[in-house]
Protein backbone atom coordinates (compact mmCIF):
# COMPACT_ATOMS: atom_id res chain seq x y z
CA UNK A 1 0.00 0.00 0.00
CA UNK A 2 1.31 3.52 -0.89
CA UNK A 3 2.27 5.89 1.78
CA UNK A 4 1.09 8.83 -0.40
CA UNK A 5 -1.41 9.85 -3.23
CA UNK A 6 -0.29 11.02 -6.08
CA UNK A 7 0.40 14.62 -7.12
CA UNK A 8 -2.87 14.48 -9.71
CA UNK A 9 -4.96 13.05 -6.62
CA UNK A 10 -3.92 16.02 -4.73
CA UNK A 11 -5.03 18.49 -7.50
CA UNK A 12 -7.96 16.46 -8.14
CA UNK A 13 -9.22 16.87 -4.81
CA UNK A 14 -7.61 20.23 -4.48
CA UNK A 15 -9.84 21.33 -7.66
CA UNK A 16 -12.81 19.50 -6.47
CA UNK A 17 -12.45 21.39 -2.83
CA UNK A 18 -11.94 24.90 -4.82
CA UNK A 19 -8.39 25.61 -2.56
CA UNK A 20 -5.09 26.79 -4.31
CA UNK A 21 -2.22 24.32 -3.57
CA UNK A 22 1.38 25.65 -3.75
CA UNK A 23 3.61 23.14 -5.14
CA UNK A 24 5.54 23.49 -1.52
CA UNK A 25 2.87 22.02 0.10
CA UNK A 26 1.98 19.59 -2.14
CA UNK A 27 3.92 16.87 -0.61
CA UNK A 28 2.57 17.28 2.72
CA UNK A 29 -0.95 17.14 1.40
CA UNK A 30 -0.13 13.92 -0.73
CA UNK A 31 0.98 12.24 2.64
CA UNK A 32 -0.98 14.04 5.01
CA UNK A 33 -4.96 12.79 2.52
CA UNK A 34 -3.65 9.60 2.59
CA UNK A 35 -3.24 9.51 6.61
CA UNK A 36 -6.50 10.32 6.43
CA UNK A 37 -8.38 8.09 3.55
CA UNK A 38 -6.48 5.34 5.53
CA UNK A 39 -8.64 6.18 8.84
CA UNK A 40 -11.56 6.25 6.86
CA UNK A 41 -11.06 2.68 5.50
CA UNK A 42 -10.53 1.10 8.88
CA UNK A 43 -14.42 1.99 9.09
CA UNK A 44 -15.29 -0.52 6.56
CA UNK A 45 -12.96 -3.28 8.70
CA UNK A 46 -15.47 -3.19 11.66
CA UNK A 47 -17.18 -6.45 12.33
CA UNK A 48 -20.63 -5.91 12.44
CA UNK A 49 -20.14 -3.24 10.07
CA UNK A 50 -23.77 -1.97 8.70
CA UNK A 51 -25.36 1.03 6.56
CA UNK A 52 -28.58 1.16 8.24
CA UNK A 53 -26.98 1.25 11.75
CA UNK A 54 -25.01 4.51 10.90
CA UNK A 55 -28.17 6.13 9.35
CA UNK A 56 -30.50 5.49 12.29
CA UNK A 57 -29.92 4.25 16.01
CA UNK A 58 -33.42 3.07 16.19
CA UNK A 59 -35.73 1.06 14.38
CA UNK A 60 -39.68 2.87 15.38
CA UNK A 61 -40.71 3.93 12.15
CA UNK A 62 -41.25 7.43 11.90
CA UNK A 63 -45.24 9.00 11.83
CA UNK A 64 -46.38 11.72 10.03
CA UNK A 65 -49.28 13.18 10.47
CA UNK A 66 -51.69 13.71 7.59
CA UNK A 67 -51.71 16.80 5.75
CA UNK A 68 -55.10 18.42 5.47
CA UNK A 69 -55.84 21.41 3.49
CA UNK A 70 -56.72 23.88 6.33
CA UNK A 71 -59.16 26.83 5.35
CA UNK A 72 -57.42 30.15 3.47
CA UNK A 73 -56.87 33.33 4.96
CA UNK A 74 -58.51 36.82 3.61
CA UNK A 75 -55.36 38.24 1.98
CA UNK A 76 -56.88 41.86 2.89
CA UNK A 77 -57.34 40.92 6.36
CA UNK A 78 -53.30 39.72 6.54
CA UNK A 79 -51.87 42.44 4.58
CA UNK A 80 -53.94 44.46 6.90
CA UNK A 81 -52.64 42.98 10.06
CA UNK A 82 -49.02 42.63 8.77
CA UNK A 83 -47.15 45.39 10.50
CA UNK A 84 -45.64 46.98 7.41
CA UNK A 85 -46.82 45.94 3.60
CA UNK A 86 -46.46 47.15 0.12
CA UNK A 87 -49.31 46.53 -1.89
CA UNK A 88 -49.93 42.55 -1.87
CA UNK A 89 -46.55 42.29 -0.03
CA UNK A 90 -45.34 41.81 3.25
CA UNK A 91 -42.33 43.63 4.17
CA UNK A 92 -40.14 41.38 6.33
CA UNK A 93 -36.50 42.20 7.70
CA UNK A 94 -33.66 41.14 5.70
CA UNK A 95 -31.89 37.61 6.70
CA UNK A 96 -29.54 37.13 4.38
CA UNK A 97 -26.89 39.59 4.14
CA UNK A 98 -22.72 40.61 3.42
CA UNK A 99 -21.56 39.71 6.59
CA UNK A 100 -19.95 36.77 7.22
Known sequence: ???????????HV?????INIDEDELE???IELKK???????ISAVKGYDDEK?????????????DIAGEMLDPKEVINNAPRHSGNYIEVPVV???ES
Open 14 to 18: AQLAR
Open 96 to 98: IGD
Open 54 to 66: LIASWDRKTELRE
Open 28 to 30: TYQ
Open 36 to 42: LLNEVEK
Open 1 to 11: MEDKLTKEEVL
